[in-house]
């Protein structure tokens, strides 16, 4: 079913741009001040983005531009640079320094932020004390893990500082008839924390559990009720690649693929629309950054964070370019390391947005879900950069940890002033 009429599109255009969305009821067009035309050259792709309604049980479709036109719907080569924008380091530590608050004698426990890990099952432990410490190293007042009884008291023993709820459960524990009963205690005792929290992060070491997902499917559905901030990794991104309404337009959720959990992705999201990711599911270097602002704009215009050489970000409406540091050792904990780095930053941007006067970082994005994806992935890279000069090929996560918050790890150039402000 077509649901938008544009003459001056071609059928197959229409087809692939808004179609098979059958609780659409209007679809409403607003493209910058550019006629909607085919002759239009500066805004040749349009992509549906779903968005709240106040019509029970339906939705409505905003139509939005995308600049350049994949090669095989153009018919020549793409220029997926000119979409991108790489963040210089003045950048970068400008966004940090913007988006951290300063240490505030006044200020009270859990004000610089709470978060909370959805993760932590037997076979995996280490992955959310990761994300967990990180997000206290980097200056969350509280950071909690929610996971199995299983990894509770292992967790617990690595740190105290680590507030420890061994409220998930798995198949293999509860005997059939009871999951009901079982489900509806794990989601009691979730519901009355999560409105404390000001981020959740849902995947590290959450195991593939079938029992344990549904479990988390509806933690998700809380959080976004109550507009909580949402990073997904590890195997939440399996959750979310399987089910993706439970994250499609919600624009607090930040998804942080590797570069094959990013692929199985576009084959799932874009399995009916391969031509809008040039008529293919393999992901192509020189086209990543048109494939994810593509990507996250079918997803309703959430924030993809596309971990790699490059880390790309966007949120359909730009793609942001983070390749300063890094390091070539790539042991495992890193990304659990990302994912608790972008959820301080992130709940720091939000919180701040509403009273923050400099207006410069609207050059980059109005949107703070965007600038704590950016802040998140600039310090991991140049935590892991330093751990690296340092260790070399015996770096592991841990080393990384160990310099998270240092000033060193935020000394920008030209006197930018370091995220460890007072």
Same mark, same amino acid.
């Given at each position: 079913?077509?649901?938008?009429?544009?003459?001056?599109?071609?059928?197959?255009?229409?087809?692939?741009?808004?179609?098979?969305?059958?609780?659409?009821?209007?679809?409403?067009?607003?493209?910058?001040?550019?006629?909607?035309?085919?002759h239009c050259k500066r805004y040749q792709i349009l992509h549906c983005i779903p968005y709240s309604s106040?019509?029970?049980?339906?939705?409505?479709?905003?139509?939005?531009?995308?600049?350049?036109?994949?090669?095989?719907?153009?018919?020549?080569?793409?220029?997926?640079?000119?979409?991108?924008?790489?963040?210089?380091?003045?950048?970068?530590?400008?966004?940090?320094?913007?988006?951290?608050?300063?240490?505030?004698?006044?200020?009270?426990?859990?004000?610089?932020?709470?978060?909370?890990?959805?993760?932590?099952?037997?076979?995996?432990?280490?992955?959310?004390?990761?994300?967990?410490?990180?997000?206290?190293?980097?200056?969350?007042?509280?950071?909690?893990?929610?996971?199995?009884?299983?990894?509770?008291?292992?967790?617990?023993?690595?740190?105290?500082?680590?507030?420890?709820?061994?409220?998930?459960?798995?198949?293999?524990?509860?005997?059939?008839?009871?999951?009901?009963?079982?489900?509806?205690?794990?989601?009691?005792?979730?519901?009355?924390?999560?409105?404390?929290?000001?981020?959740?992060?849902?995947?590290?070491?959450?195991?593939?559990?079938?029992?344990? %997902?549904?479990?988390?499917?509806?933690?998700?559905?809380?959080?976004?009720?109550?507009?909580?901030?949402?990073?997904?990794?590890?195997?939440?991104?399996?959750?979310?690649?399987?089910?993706?309404? %439970?994250?499609?337009?919600?624009?607090?959720?930040?998804?942080?693929?590797?570069?094959?959990?990013?692929?199985?992705?576009?084959?799932?999201?874009?399995?009916?629309?391969?031509?809008?990711?040039?008529g293919k599911q393999e992901i192509d270097e020189n086209d990543a950054p048109q494939q994810l602002q593509?990507?996250?704009?079918?997803?309703?215009?959430?924030?993809?964070?596309?971990?790699?050489?490059?880390?790309?970000?966007?949120?359909?409406?730009?793609?942001?370019?983070?390749?300063?540091?890094?390091?070539?050792?790539?042991?495992?904990?890193?990304?659990?390391? %990302?994912?608790?780095?972008?959820?301080?930053?992130?709940?720091?941007?939000?919180?701040?947005?509403?009273?923050?006067?400099?207006?410069?970082?609207?050059?980059?994005?109005?949107?703070?879900?965007?600038?704590?994806?950016?802040?998140?992935?600039? %310090?991991?890279?140049?935590?892991?950069?330093?751990?690296?000069?340092?260790?070399?090929?015996?770096?592991?996560?841990?080393?990384?940890?160990?310099?998270?918050?240092?000033?060193?790890?935020?000394?920008?150039?030209?006197?930018?002033?370091?995220?460890?402000?007072?």
């Open positions: 079913m077509i649901l938008c009429r544009i003459a001056s599109f071609p059928k197959f255009f229409l087809k692939d741009v808004c179609s098979s969305e059958k609780s659409a009821v209007k679809c409403s067009y607003s493209l910058c001040n550019h006629t909607i035309t085919r106040t019509i029970p049980g339906r939705q409505r479709l905003i139509i939005s531009c995308v600049q350049q036109t994949p090669a095989s719907i153009q018919g020549k080569s793409s220029e997926s640079k000119s979409l991108m924008e790489n963040l210089s380091q003045v950048d970068a530590y400008q966004i940090i320094n913007a988006v951290t608050p300063p240490l505030d004698q006044g200020r009270h426990k859990g004000q610089a932020g709470k978060i909370a890990v959805i993760g932590g099952c037997r076979e995996y432990t280490g992955a959310p004390y990761f994300a967990a410490i990180s997000a206290l190293k980097i200056g969350a007042d509280l950071s909690h893990v929610f996971c199995t009884q299983d990894a509770a008291t292992v967790i617990k023993s690595y740190s105290p500082e680590l507030i420890v709820h061994p409220v998930l459960e798995e198949s293999y524990n509860i005997k059939f008839d009871e999951k009901e009963s079982v489900r509806k205690k794990v989601l009691e005792d979730v519901k009355k924390w999560i409105e404390r929290f000001d981020c959740l992060v849902v995947g590290p070491g959450l195991g593939r559990d079938p029992f344990l %997902l549904e479990c988390v499917a509806e933690i998700i559905q809380l959080a976004r009720q109550r507009n909580t901030p949402i990073v997904i990794d590890g195997d939440g991104l399996f959750l979310v690649t399987n089910n993706p309404e %439970l994250v499609a337009g919600y624009p607090l959720a930040i998804l942080t693929p590797n570069v094959n959990e990013h692929k199985r992705l576009v084959q799932k999201v874009m399995e009916q629309n391969l031509n809008l990711v040039g593509i990507l996250a704009g079918r997803m309703g215009g959430l924030t993809i964070l596309q971990k790699g050489k490059v880390d790309l970000i966007s949120d359909g409406n730009a793609v942001y370019g983070v390749s300063m540091f890094g390091s070539p050792r790539r042991c495992g904990g890193q990304g659990d390391i %990302l994912s608790g780095s972008v959820a301080v930053f992130s709940s720091w941007a939000r919180q701040g947005a509403a009273s923050n006067k400099d207006d410069t970082l609207f050059r980059f994005s109005s949107n703070p879900v965007i600038l704590g994806a950016i802040a998140g992935s600039v %310090l991991m890279r140049k935590a892991a950069s330093l751990a690296f000069e340092q260790h070399k090929r015996s770096t592991v996560t841990t080393n990384i940890i160990e310099v998270l918050g240092n000033r060193s790890v935020a000394l920008g150039i030209n006197k930018v002033e370091p995220y460890c402000r007072m």
